[in-house]
């Protein structure tokens, strides 16, 4: 059986060494998050240092995998400041990527607020 293409697959090839640590650092925390909040269904949403998500891959999505993915009813029940997206790969290995595009909130930069609230989809 092949393995399954995915376009995310590029997206985290490309990642530089602090990247790269920093995108699986923050997947290992919305595995943590999900198993000690509890959480069921198929989003996250949790509290993080601005610094941290800033420095998440950006994967950009149309209108339409926006409305697949259910991220207009994510936003209207949990209101956060940012949308990411969880992947697991195949060696086990939790990934979290910032999700962007229309209708997706995105971080407005602000001197004085040094956390930011995260919606992962999982």
């Given at each position: 059986?092949?393995?399954?293409?995915?376009?995310?697959?590029?997206?985290?090839?490309?990642?530089?060494?602090?990247?790269?640590?920093?995108?699986?650092?923050?997947?290992?925390?919305?595995?943590?998050?999900?198993?000690?909040?509890?959480?069921?269904?198929?989003?996250?949403?949790?509290?993080m240092n601005r610094d941290h998500i800033l420095e998440l891959p950006e994967y950009w999505i149309d209108a339409r995998a926006a409305n697949s993915m259910g991220i207009a009813k994510i936003l209207s029940v949990h209101h956060p400041e940012v949308c990411a997206m969880f992947y697991e790969d195949q060696h086990g290995a939790a990934w979290c990527i910032r999700l962007s595009?229309?209708?997706?909130?995105?971080?407005?930069?602000?001197?004085?607020?040094?956390?930011?609230?995260?919606a992962v989809l999982v």
């Open positions: 059986m092949g393995l399954e293409l995915s376009p995310i697959i590029p997206l985290l090839a490309g990642l530089g060494p602090r990247k790269r640590e920093n995108c699986l650092s923050v997947g290992a925390l919305v595995r943590r998050q999900q198993h000690l909040g509890r959480w069921g269904g198929t989003v996250v949403v949790f509290t595009g229309p209708g997706l909130p995105t971080i407005q930069d602000n001197l004085f607020q040094s956390y930011t609230k995260m």
